[in-house]
């Protein structure tokens, strides 16, 4: 099963979650959809590259809504036996003075080119182990602080020693997040440098051995997404894992930071945008953070119906998707139109058979899907409802929203229920529905099947975003925030439109800003099919063509992996 794998060195990316396939609930947003695109891209360009991740038994959560929208959560379980082999090695990792023992899952991700890059789920799930301990990779984000920290451990210390013992020889180690900042400090305790080679005063440990063979990559500006541990958690799960003092120097001395472990363990550093680097540099000033802006891969965002048309017209596009830059003199409008009304065709009914909504096919379909918390703001299209009618009544159109909140997120429940709300306040002048348990195969079919993609984050808080990209790949231009990605790809009323007066502005005119870019801009030219259709091309060729996982990779690959 590894030995094709086991043959070259190869780039061992750790990542708590990994959307690796539609049917497998490894994941809870976009830090798992972005690692399932980013093995998917290693598959087709054929970089060697080895994931490890977590099984996460009972998936992140099935999320079930009221008509009132008050959410509620069940386990999404899978079982790894019914349909991935079990790999022979197991290791031990340290908790509280005891071995857990931890085996691993081998899925393969199959490129359509036909290139494969191997995902290994780490499961603690073995009679060995206590009870406790064998839930310990059953729940993505599950449970308590000492309950993370412990699959912290399973993923950093338990990832490195289960590559090892599968035999694998690995070059580098790329982080997803600071989650599995912990292999550091396996790689640490690997680095002792002997006494007679110590120097008086400095940790005793190769920390440019270390560093050397370490990147990382930070995902968000929001403070909460930055994993914090107070040492007495610490002492008590690892014990004297390596020297505290050189602890303490590395990973903050109040509390155990993952993200400054992380960085200050890592020769390459990168967030996930222009603008979200410099925000980077700000909150963690002396660090060197590079951009790799975010990417989306190409053949599995692509509706059919559009991967249809540009196999006809850009042959190759998915192995070398920069080609789609000739989309807005190589397609035809009528083709282009016909591409998008079949995507819509398929939204509409899966709205129907969902919540027993009819959408019309014929009006402009406003869609927003995203994890629902504060800073995402999903209530700022709502924040005026006979402003919103008033538009409606001279430019009618819909909206489908979809998202889960975390389980210990009240405030993002909260906003799901005020979406509701005004979407029942809004019938039956607006048409709209929220859709329920959004995941990647609702997201496939929800993303292509709008006309406009709405995305309203607080700035500057959005590290990235990618599913306006995803929109972008099938000719739906976004109506955003400057804020991540938008401020590289919005070029104003060519591949759609900003909301607010730029990346520094105060929030308080967002919402205004957003009615009237709808009104007097997006609405009246979406009327008008030659315009709108000039304005889906552009979005597939200035947009599609550019933030893609594959030009992602090729950065990583130049700048980081080599």
């Known amino acids: 099963m590894l030995t094709p794998f086991l043959g070259i060195e190869r780039v061992a990316y750790f990542t708590m979650e990994i959307a690796a396939a539609p049917q497998i609930p490894t994941y809870g947003g976009g830090l798992g959809i972005l690692a399932g695109d980013t093995l998917r891209t290693a598959a087709d360009l054929e970089l060697p590259v080895v994931a ?22 069940a386990p999404d379980p899978w079982d790894p036996a019914a349909s991935l082999p079990r790999l022979a090695a197991k290791v031990a990792v340290p908790i509280e003075n005891r071995d857990v023992w931890v085996c691993a899952w081998l899925y393969t991700i199959e490129a359509h080119s036909g290139g494969r890059a191997p995902v290994i789920f780490l499961d603690t799930d073995l009679p060995e182990n206590e009870a406790a301990d064998r839930e ?13 920290l412990k699959q912290e451990i399973v993923l950093g210390i338990g990832g490195l020693r289960m590559l090892a013992a599968l035999g694998f020889r690995i070059r580098k180690y790329h982080m997803n997040e600071g989650h599995a900042a912990l292999l550091a400090l396996e790689l640490l305790r690997q680095a002792v440098v002997p006494p007679p080679d110590q120097r008086p005063g400095e940790p005793p440990y190769d920390l440019p051995d270390v560093r050397e063979r370490c990147i990382f990559t930070t995902h968000t500006p929001v403070g909460a997404g930055h994993d914090q541990f107070d040492y007495p958690l610490v002492d008590r799960l690892l014990g004297n894992f390596v020297e505290r003092d050189t602890l303490r120097r590395l990973a903050g001395s109040d509390r155990l930071d993952m993200t400054q ?3 200050n363990l890592s020769g390459y550093v990168n967030g996930v945008a222009k603008r979200h680097a410099e925000i980077s540099r700000r909150m963690y000033p002396g660090y060197i953070v590079r951009a790799v802006t975010n990417g989306v891969h190409p053949h599995t ?13 850009l042959p190759g596009w998915c192995h070398e998707p920069e080609m789609l830059v000739r989309a807005d003199c190589c397609l035809g409008d009528d083709d282009v139109w016909q591409a998008h009304a079949i995507a819509k065709r398929g939204l509409v009914e899966r709205v129907r058979a969902l919540t027993g909504v009819s959408l019309d096919p014929d009006l402009p379909t406003l869609g927003f899907a995203r994890r629902m918390t504060a800073y995402k703001r999903p209530e700022l299209l709502f924040s005026d409802l006979d402003r919103l009618r008033a538009i409606a009544r001279r430019r009618p159109f819909q909206v489908v929203l979809a998202g889960k909140a975390h389980p210990r997120d009240e405030d993002g429940k909260r906003r799901i229920a005020q979406v509701h709300a005004a979407l029942r306040a809004l019938a039956p002048d607006i048409r709209g529905a929220f859709l329920p348990n959004y995941d990647m195969a609702l997201a496939q079919v929800l993303i292509p099947g709008v006309d406009v993609w709405l995305n309203t984050p607080q700035r500057p808080l959005e590290a990235s975003g990618t599913s306006g990209m995803k929109a972008a790949l099938n000719g739906v231009p976004s109506l955003s925030v400057l804020d991540g990605w938008w401020i590289e790809g919005c070029v104003e009323g060519i591949t759609g439109w900003s909301i607010g007066d730029g990346p520094d502005s105060a929030s308080d005119g967002d919402a205004e800003s957003l009615y009237a870019k709808l009104e007097r801009e997006v609405l009246p030219k979406h009327a008008e099919r030659e315009a709108w259709i000039r304005v889906m091309k552009r979005a597939i060729s200035h947009n599609g063509s550019v933030f893609t996982s594959h030009r992602m990779m090729r950065r990583y690959a130049s700048e980081a992996y080599l």
């Open 136 to 148: 310990l990779t059953h729940r993505l984000y599950g449970g308590d602080t000492a309950y993370r």
């Open 261 to 263: 472990l992380a960085l």
């Open 52 to 73: 490890v991740s977590l099984v996460s038994r009972s998936g992140y959560f099935r999320q079930s809504l009221s008509v009132e929208g008050l959410q509620s959560e």
């Open 301 to 313: 965002w692509t509706h059919p119906a559009f991967a249809a048309l540009y196999d006809r017209h």
